[in-house]
């Protein structure tokens, strides 16, 4: 009876570490890749000295294209893909629903909100890290104004708690219109931040998402078997002794701030959080001990494969957002109707 959960472990094991192998061979590969083309040996060795603080006299040009430039984007966009599918996953197994992602409760109307007013005013009392900050505010603005809409009953049902993101969505969406037709002619860079971008980012910008993800990884794999039972239903899992109310706000907290810090990084994100917690369940289970960790490697490859895409190999530069959704459409599509197709047999 014992051997074949320790066979799906052991399979679920091998599939992390080769996702985490694939991940970083990736970050080597792609970080060669780009306008100045820069041998992958090269590209390790300058990664190495950067490490150790030693300077490469001999290229300094390559150095600081690797360094300066398109490590901390790659970087970024690993730490933002990773952060979004873990909010995903986080929110499919919360909210009892196959279509929930980090935008269903209007984390991301949030943040659009509060970076197009910044926009629209010319704020700067923070200096360039502004937008993120104003982006930031509005998401978890809009989080704790969800939460106060449906948590009366202290339960924070998932019933409610979707029903109260698609009204504070609505209503955002609305003053966000408001807010482009009076912008006039920033209107284009509201529109630009909106489709995200992971041009121009910093090694701040890869710290601040990359810390951010891993402390919220790390609180949800904490909560991840009270996750699995409160899957089970919230009478079941209170006869097991879960405190629904208490870990279902811990959680939603978390993985919202997740998603707020990365859509104020990068703009707005879409089918990372919806698709890839989908695949994964595929290759680990529904176990969310192991689903977490696969999806966040699973969301970083494809946020950096999209974003190497668009940076390295496309003639002109497409916004990410646009690139994912291209991608994450169809994709869902096919998950949609082999889900149906296998319900159908079953």
């Not at 505010?137 to 106060?148: E, N, Q, S």
């Not at 909106?194 to 121009?200: E, H, I, P, Q, R």
């Not at 089918?271 to 970083?300: C, E, T, Y």
Request: hydrophobic residues 55%; proline residues 4%; charged residues 10%.
């Amino acid at each position: 009876m014992t051997a074949v959960p320790r066979i799906r472990t052991a399979r679920a094991g091998l599939m992390i570490t080769l996702l985490a192998l694939v991940l970083g061979g990736l970050v080597v590969i792609t970080t060669s890749m780009g306008f100045i083309p820069i041998s992958p040996g090269e590209t390790l060795g300058v990664m190495w000295d950067g490490l150790r603080g030693a300077a490469n006299l001999s290229d300094q040009l390559h150095q600081s294209i690797i360094l300066e430039v398109r490590l901390p984007r790659i970087l970024t966009a690993v730490s933002v893909g990773f952060g979004l599918a873990v909010a995903g996953t986080v929110f499919q197994g919360l909210l009892l629903n196959p279509l929930a992602d980090p935008f269903t409760l209007g984390v991301s109307s949030g943040a659009a909100f509060g970076a197009a007013l910044a926009l629209l005013l010319g704020l700067t009392f923070l200096g360039p890290p502004t937008l993120c900050a104003m982006a930031f505010m509005g998401a978890v603005a809009t989080l704790f104004a969800v939460i106060t809409m449906s948590g009366r009953d202290s339960e924070l049902s998932p019933t409610n708690l979707i029903l109260s993101g698609v009204i504070v969505s609505a209503i955002l969406s609305a003053g966000l219109s408001l807010i482009k037709y009076l912008a006039d002619d920033r209107v284009s860079v509201i529109v630009f931040w909106l489709m995200g971008s992971f041009v121009s980012r910093t090694w701040y910008d890869a710290l601040l998402t990359t810390v951010t993800g891993l402390s919220g990884f790390a609180i949800c794999l904490y909560f991840a078997r009270d996750l699995n039972i409160m899957s089970l239903g919230s009478r079941s899992a209170k006869s097991l002794g879960v405190d629904t109310g208490r870990v279902r706000l811990i959680l939603l907290l978390t993985a919202s701030l997740i998603s707020a810090m990365c859509v104020s990084v990068s703009g707005i994100i879409g089918f990372v959080g919806l698709i890839i917690p989908h695949l994964m369940r595929f290759v680990v289970g529904p176990d969310n001990r192991w689903l977490l960790p696969a999806s966040g490697l699973g969301g970083a490859i494809l946020l950096l494969l999209a974003d190497t895409l668009t940076r390295a190999v496309l003639p002109h530069e497409v916004p990410i957002g646009v690139l994912t959704a291209l991608i994450g459409g169809p994709m869902f599509c096919w998950i949609f109707s082999r889900t149906r197709s296998g319900r159908h047999r079953g």
